[in-house]
């Protein structure tokens, strides 16, 4: 039986620069907390608790003093830094730059609106770490819209300035500049950002190839990855042999029956140890 990692898969850089700042602080010694974690990937945000990182939440940072933490590559509203300066929190910030990039965009369109009833929307997950970061640019004024549905739901009265979350689906982000186009009042003005990931993006057709190559495909993925529900339905549309696993004891192990291929693939916040892992799970399962 062929048991193949995709070499695609696995952290993006964001993630990757992330993870390295953490080991790297906590190698110094000292405490060490990240606001949320680290990655959405469960097995990755144990294995750096176990060296010592602490995993708040926005409620606990707030009442934190002289303390040090990690903000992750999602990135943080404004308030985040305004809340480290009062309490004396230094900040390892580790925003991806194409995070960054796009906060620093949507900050800078809002506040240079000419007209007051300008829409600033966001194709993202409401909720989403990453989305939160976005909308607090905008003093809490983004539209967040998460599907063609809900853009169609817009006010095309009234202008337009659309951008995206860094890691949702480019086709349809397409479609919905699409619809925009054709269906925004002549009296109204729209403009968008193209600001999703390539590196991310770009991951989808890959992925498929990938997925299509395997009798069997096991997509490893934190559940909270909003990446890794988006390349796993990538994965399942060209091979119905496709399960959605987050570690070894996640493996129904009568799938492996009468099967030539398996292929290990996972999103941009799964780690390559715990595909590794995995491999290495069935090699000795099946002897």
Same mark, same amino acid.
């Given at each position: 039986?062929?048991i *193949?990692?995709? +070499?695609?898969?696995?952290?993006? =850089?964001? &993630?990757?620069?992330?993870?390295h700042?953490?080991e790297?602080?906590?190698a !110094?010694?000292?405490?060490?907390?990240?606001?949320?974690?680290?990655?959405?990937?469960?097995?990755?945000? *144990?294995?750096?608790? /176990?060296?010592?990182?602490? $995993?708040i939440?926005?409620v606990?940072?707030?009442q934190?003093?002289?303390? @040090?933490?990690?903000?992750?590559?999602?990135?943080?509203?404004p308030s985040?830094?305004? $809340?480290?300066?009062?309490n004396n929190? /230094?900040?390892?910030?580790a925003?991806c730059?194409?995070?960054? !990039?796009l906060?620093?965009?949507?900050?800078? #369109?809002?506040?240079? @609106?000419?007209?007051?009833?300008?829409?600033?929307?966001?194709?993202?997950?409401?909720?989403? #770490? *990453?989305?939160?970061g976005?909308?607090?640019?905008?003093q809490?004024? #983004?539209?967040?819209?998460e599907?063609?549905?809900e853009a169609?739901?817009?006010?095309? $009265?009234?202008?337009?300035?659309?951008?995206?979350?860094?890691?949702?689906? =480019?086709? /349809?982000?397409?479609?919905i500049? *699409?619809?925009?186009?054709q269906?925004?009042?002549? +009296?109204?003005?729209?403009?968008?950002?193209?600001t999703i990931?390539?590196? &991310?993006?770009?991951?989808?057709p890959?992925?498929?190839?990938?997925?299509?190559?395997?009798?069997?495909?096991?997509?490893?993925?934190? !559940?909270?990855?909003? +990446?890794?529900?988006?390349?796993?339905?990538e994965? =399942?549309?060209?091979?119905?042999n496709?399960?959605?696993?987050?570690?070894? +004891? /996640?493996?129904? %192990?009568?799938?492996l029956?009468e099967?030539?291929? &398996?292929g290990?693939?996972?999103? $941009?916040?799964?780690p390559? %140890?715990?595909?590794?892992?995995?491999? !290495?799970?069935? =090699?000795?399962?099946i002897?």
């Amino acid at each position: 039986m062929k048991i *193949e990692i995709d +070499n695609g898969s696995g952290f993006c =850089l964001g &993630v990757v620069t992330a993870i390295h700042k953490a080991e790297e602080e906590l190698a !110094k010694g000292g405490v060490l907390y990240c606001l949320g974690d680290i990655v959405h990937n469960s097995r990755e945000v *144990e294995r750096l608790s /176990e060296m010592g990182l602490i $995993t708040i939440d926005h409620v606990q940072f707030n009442q934190l003093h002289n303390a @040090k933490v990690l903000l992750r590559a999602h990135g943080e509203p404004p308030s985040t830094y305004e $809340t480290a300066k009062r309490n004396n929190i /230094e900040i390892i910030d580790a925003t991806c730059p194409v995070v960054l !990039k796009l906060q620093q965009r949507i900050h800078k #369109a809002y506040n240079a @609106k000419t007209e007051p009833d300008t829409q600033i929307v966001i194709f993202g997950k409401n909720g989403h #770490a *990453e989305v939160l970061g976005l909308v607090g640019q905008t003093q809490g004024e #983004a539209i967040v819209i998460e599907s063609l549905e809900e853009a169609k739901r817009l006010d095309m $009265t009234r202008s337009i300035r659309l951008y995206s979350q860094t890691t949702k689906s =480019l086709d /349809e982000f397409r479609q919905i500049v *699409e619809y925009i186009r054709q269906h925004i009042s002549p +009296n109204a003005t729209f403009d968008f950002s193209d600001t999703i990931c390539r590196q &991310v993006a770009n991951r989808i057709p890959n992925i498929r190839q990938f997925a299509a190559a395997h009798d069997l495909v096991f997509f490893v993925s934190g !559940k909270k990855s909003s +990446n890794g529900k988006i390349l796993f339905r990538e994965c =399942l549309s060209v091979n119905p042999n496709t399960y959605f696993i987050d570690s070894v +004891n /996640e493996i129904d %192990w009568d799938l492996l029956r009468e099967v030539h291929s &398996v292929g290990i693939c996972g999103a $941009t916040s799964t780690p390559k %140890w715990l595909m590794e892992s995995i491999q !290495k799970a069935i =090699l000795q399962k099946i002897g």
